[in-house]
């Protein structure tokens, strides 16, 4: 299973992009990166999936390098209601061991 | 609404007392399975299920048993609770394929055991 890190904590300002990078070294040829936000006391809430290059959907933009051994997800001008807790979470799509595994989370904190 | 279910949200018992925490999805979604999240360790797979009657161990599945009898629920059963399962627990479920690990999270059930 491929094993993350992320920084612990982030500090930004209203109106900032943020980039949260994630490293994920022995990612297998057919894993996915997913992220996630979590909010104080709820359950996590998917952002964005990619496999390679870039995906982009309204909320965020995940990079993803040639190699697959990082991730960035970039929030775009980020407010207040941002500040959350953010996965990291690589496994593989739907073969094999279904065991998920997730990092311990980027903390970010936005300021006004 | 597409929603993961769990109950009870909020519990308090003592060590020893059996009980067991609910999860139902309405998605028909395959795959289900459980987390605990303590402060500092981010969040940790208990157990998982692909299906029906087919489940597995996560992380840290001592002291938790599972079941998977219907394809919408998989309760989480604490035989014999301890001070340290005290946590937040999580249940989570998704579709097979490409979206398998888009995972949708129940709200969260918190246990405390005294």
């Known amino acids: 299973l491929a094993k993350t890190t992320q920084p612990i904590s982030m500090d930004s300002y209203e109106g900032q992009e943020v980039n949260i990078t994630c490293s994920h070294n022995?990612?297998?040829?057919?894993?996915?990166i997913t992220w996630y936000q979590q909010f104080p006391s709820q359950g996590p809430r998917f952002i964005i999936q990619g496999y390679k290059t870039k995906v982009t959907n309204e909320v965020a933009s995940l990079f993803i390098p040639a190699d697959r051994k990082s991730s960035t997800l970039s929030l775009p001008r980020v407010s207040l209601s941002d500040t959350a807790v953010y996965y990291c979470?690589?496994?593989?799509?739907?073969?094999?061991?279904?065991?998920?595994?997730f990092g311990s989370g980027t903390r970010l904190q936005v300021q006004p | 609404e597409a929603q993961v279910t769990q109950n009870p949200r909020y519990l308090i018992t003592v060590t020893g007392k059996k009980l067991t925490v609910t999860c139902s999805q309405n998605?028909?979604?395959?795959?289900m399975s459980w987390y605990r999240q303590d402060p500092g360790l981010g969040l940790r797979q208990i157990y998982y299920s692909m299906n029906v009657e087919v489940t597995d161990k996560g992380d840290v599945p001592e002291g938790y048993k599972v079941s998977r009898k219907e394809k919408r629920n998989f309760p989480l059963i604490l035989e014999s609770p301890s001070p340290n399962q005290t946590s937040l627990y999580f249940c989570?479920?998704?579709?097979?394929?490409?979206?398998?690990?888009?995972?949708?999270f129940g709200a969260g059930s918190r246990l405390t055991v005294l």
């Open positions: 022995n990612i297998a040829t057919n894993d996915y």
């Open positions: 998605m028909n979604h395959e795959y």
């Open positions: 979470l690589v496994g593989q799509g739907d073969t094999g061991r279904r065991a998920l595994t």
């Open positions: 989570a479920s998704s579709l097979r394929g490409v979206e398998a690990n888009v995972l949708t």
